[in-house]
């Protein structure tokens, strides 16, 4: 469950902290709404930064000066009402530079979640399969069979926060402190690469900077 957000005007685009007056104003808005909120088992604070336009209003086009570039920017909170008719505005723009062909799938399968199924068919997932009895994010109930399908998917989820999203490993009370090093551990085995190359976000996100020793890390 999030609570928030507030929306305050900044100069600086790069301060991602939060208040004290911030938190207080979320405090009391989730409280309206929901007067027995547990806030003292808040895990997390997030804040964000979104460009606006002076005139507040989406920016949907293609560039003026850059051939082949198309701006999408400005979409503030009713972007998620919008999304829809802005992914056809958008399809549109695209049709216009190139030729598209339609596709005949357009949905992929989802990634399977055992925490969601039945104990049976749970079992009968792990027989097919042992890595699914293998839970690594304790939180969430994730299994390294669900990670493994999350690391070779045709889009594939190549960071921590990757998998995060596709699978909410790491998204539980610790948020990572049981599972992260063993989500490292399996990143670098599954994609052949050394664990200091494992990155949270992609490049200059690097978890891990060095080895204490000789050897691989474990």
């Not at 039945?118 to 969430?140: D, K, S, T, V």
Request: a positive charge; glycine letters at 12%; hydrophobic letters at 40%.
């Amino acid at each position: 469950m999030l609570a928030g957000p507030t929306a305050t005007d900044i100069r600086d685009r790069e301060d991602l902290s939060t208040t004290r007056e911030g938190l207080a104003a979320i405090r009391r808005g989730a409280l309206r709404l929901f007067p027995g909120l547990p806030l003292h088992k808040v895990i997390t604070s997030f804040a964000g930064i979104r460009a606006v336009p002076a005139d507040g209003d989406f920016i949907l086009r293609r560039s003026a000066k850059v051939r082949g570039w198309i701006d999408a920017g400005g979409i503030q909170s009713p972007g998620l009402s919008a999304a829809p008719a802005i992914g056809e505005k958008l399809a549109a723009l695209v049709a216009g530079l190139t030729e598209l062909r339609p596709k005949v799938q357009l949905k992929r399968p989802p990634i399977l979640r055992l925490r969601d199924l039945p104990l049976a068919e749970r079992q009968e997932w792990i027989e097919r399969n042992p890595f699914y009895g293998r839970i690594i994010c304790r939180c969430e109930g994730v299994s390294e069979g669900e990670i493994i399908d999350a690391l070779h998917r045709p889009v594939p989820a190549s960071t921590l926060d990757g998998l995060k999203q596709r699978t909410r490993a790491g998204s539980g009370r610790c948020q990572g402190g049981f599972c992260q090093p063993r989500l490292i551990a399996i990143i670098a085995r599954e994609l052949g690469i050394s664990p200091l190359a494992v990155t949270k976000a992609g490049p200059g996100s690097e978890m891990l900077s060095g080895r204490l020793a000789k050897g691989e890390v474990e």
